[in-house]
């Protein structure tokens, strides 16, 4: 079955270092790939997704991703992290065959500490 | 802006009771999606919607079901709560192309006591 890891369930990082969280998918088709965020209490925002094309895709408040197709990885990154991303963060994968139906993993708790 | 906006965002009810939560979406999509999100679990697909009273089976199905009149709305329902339910719950919504994202509701987050 499709599945989607995030090995990291939580992280603290310092208010302007820099952050990358770690997301694999188990599946060997080429995935349409995703980063949400979700703050306390609210919905699930889009931060960028990936169809196709360049393997580093940007998305909004700063954050960027890559995709490895090797390493079946789409790792979220931002060079400098403000107190104002401490949220969770979730990678979630569409698998075509599956009538794109998204994955999600199972999350990543930031913490930004000042 | 575009918006997906549920019922209630908060909701207690009784074990036995038959629970609704509402959904709606102002984009015209033709795709609608219930989810159920537990702490460590992520998001687990319970229905999902791709037109007018069509529905289908996602990964949790039991214990839950669906309507679906109008393209804008779609409704999951607890026929008989329990516990075990207690969760929250997130509606979502995309076009039907396959190069589509889901923008997703604020959740309601159900107690059953």
């Known amino acids: 079955a499709q599945s989607v890891t995030q090995p990291d369930i939580h992280i603290t990082v310092s208010e302007g270092a820099s952050l990358e969280l770690r997301c694999n998918y188990s599946y060997g088709a080429t995935p349409y790939l995703f980063w949400y965020v979700q703050s306390p209490g609210q919905g699930l925002q889009l931060l960028l997704k990936?169809?196709?094309?360049?393997?580093l895709v940007q998305g909004i408040k700063g954050f960027e991703a890559e995709f490895k197709r090797s390493q079946s990885s789409f790792n979220l990154r931002k060079p400098s992290v403000h107190w104002s991303d401490a949220a969770e963060y979730f990678c979630a994968v569409a698998f075509m065959e599956y009538g794109n139906k998204l994955v999600f993993g199972a999350g990543t708790i930031l913490r930004v500490k000042s | 802006d575009v918006k997906v906006t549920q019922s209630s965002r908060y909701l207690v009810k009784r074990t036995g009771e038959k629970v609704f939560l509402e959904c709606v979406q102002d984009m015209d999509h033709e795709n609608m999606f219930w989810y159920r999100q537990d702490p460590g679990l992520g998001l687990r697909l319970i229905y999902f919607?791709?037109?007018?009273?069509?529905?289908e089976k996602g990964d949790i199905p039991e214990g839950y079901s669906v309507s679906r009149e109008k393209k804008e709305r779609f409704s999951l329902i607890l026929e008989s709560a329990s516990t075990n339910q207690t969760s929250m719950y997130l509606c979502?919504?995309?076009?039907?192309?396959?190069?589509?994202?889901?923008?997703f509701g604020p959740g309601t987050r159900l107690t059953v006591l």
């Open positions: 979502a919504s995309s076009r039907a192309s396959g190069r589509a994202w889901q923008f």
């Open positions: 990936y169809f196709s094309g360049d393997t």
């Open positions: 919607s791709y037109d007018v009273k069509m529905k």
